[in-house]
């Protein structure tokens, strides 16, 4: 990755069910990713294929903080008059 960029908030990693495949995810969980759930495997008739999703925990806290700020941003903008929205 160049300086220039930014890592990506979320990664899927896929490829067969190697050593390299291993080391790929074993890299990303240095760099401070987070596996977001379970592996995914299926066979191409000779092979087993992986995927595995990653994530940055920085970023969907980030991503939760907007939801929640827009979520609180939208309750503002409503009255509530105990029976519905007036």
Request: aromatic residues 4%.
């Amino acid at each position: 990755m160049s300086a220039d960029e930014s890592p990506l908030a979320y990664r899927l990693i896929t490829g067969p069910d190697d050593r390299s495949f291993c080391e790929r995810i074993s890299t990303a969980l240095a760099e401070g990713y987070v596996l977001h759930g379970g592996p995914a495997v299926t066979s191409n008739g000779g092979q087993v294929i992986c995927a595995q999703a990653v994530i940055l925990p920085r970023a969907v806290a980030t991503s939760d903080a907007a939801v929640a700020t827009a979520v609180d941003d939208l309750d503002a903008d409503l009255e509530f008059d105990g029976e519905g929205i007036a």
